[in-house]
């Protein structure tokens, strides 16, 4: 079983930055997948960012060019660098391995 645990959301204003972070309970360079997600009020969850144990990286169209997605196998954390937000970036961040193991989210404010 596989233990994630997100840190890092909150309020931040326009054109703001944040950084998330996802602890693991196990290394995650056995994880062959690890996603950021994401739920804005009365959305489905949709897939913002993800990684694999090689390094590949994905983002969703709305994000490209301000997210940035890394990963730290010393620290077995996964961090989602934010930049540039917006007010459509609010919602709750969820990370996830392979879509099995789901941490309990954090939430993302983008608001004056």
């Known amino acids: 079983q596989v233990q994630l645990v997100e840190s890092g959301g909150g309020l931040v204003q326009p054109g703001g930055s944040l950084r998330l972070s996802c602890a693991a309970s196990?290394?995650?360079?056995?994880?062959?997948?690890m996603a950021w997600y994401r739920q804005a009020p009365g959305k489905q969850r949709e897939v913002v960012a993800a990684?694999?144990?090689?390094?590949?990286?994905n983002y969703a169209d709305s994000v490209k060019g301000r997210f940035t997605i890394s990963g730290d196998n010393a620290k077995n954390t996964v961090y989602l660098q934010m930049n540039s937000l917006k007010p459509e970036d609010t919602g709750v961040y969820y990370c996830?391995?392979?879509?099995?193991?789901w941490g309990q989210g954090t939430q993302v404010t983008v608001s004056s």
């Open positions: 990684i694999t144990s090689g390094g590949s990286t």
């Open positions: 996830s391995s392979s879509g099995r193991w």
């Open positions: 196990v290394s995650i360079a056995s994880l062959f997948h």
